[in-house]
């Protein structure tokens, strides 16, 4: 059973930065394509970013518009762990972030293709 664990949320102001970490024990999660949705109070989740299993080179991260030029997803394998980092922070980034893995080739930011989600963790945005 995957058991995926995200950490790094928290409380920021508009234009600070976050990282988000994910990682997930006994699996290695290079053999998956890991999405990061994100959920906000009343709303559906939604893709933010996602990234192909390791040795897939080609369309190898995928963004929302509303994450690219802010959002930088990475892997790093050593750690068995993977990454957002999330710049310049909006209000409207608030939401519960979600790790999730699917056993595919290439990252979409399809919701139906990843089976395995982790527990959440908030952010916060706001002045």
């Known amino acids: 059973q995957l058991q995926l664990v995200e950490s790094g949320g928290g409380l920021v102001q508009p234009g600070e930065s976050l990282r988000l970490s994910c990682t997930a024990s006994?699996?290695?999660?290079?053999?998956?394509?890991i999405g990061w949705f994100r959920q906000a109070p009343g709303k559906e989740p939604e893709g933010v970013s996602c990234?192909?299993?390791?040795?897939?080179?080609?369309?190898?991260?995928d963004y929302a518009d509303s994450a690219k030029g802010r959002f930088t997803i990475s892997r790093d394998s050593a750690k068995n762990m993977v990454y957002l980092q999330m710049n310049s922070l909006k209000p409207e980034d608030t939401a519960t972030y979600y790790c999730?893995?699917?056993?595919?080739?290439?990252?979409?930011?399809?919701?139906?293709?990843?089976?395995?989600w982790g527990q959440g963790t908030q952010v916060t945005v706001s002045s």
């Open positions: 990234i192909s299993i390791s040795e897939e080179t080609r369309r190898n991260t």
């Open positions: 999730t893995a699917g056993w595919i080739r290439h990252c979409v930011l399809t919701r139906a293709v990843y089976e395995h």
């Open positions: 006994g699996v290695n999660l290079d053999y998956y394509v």
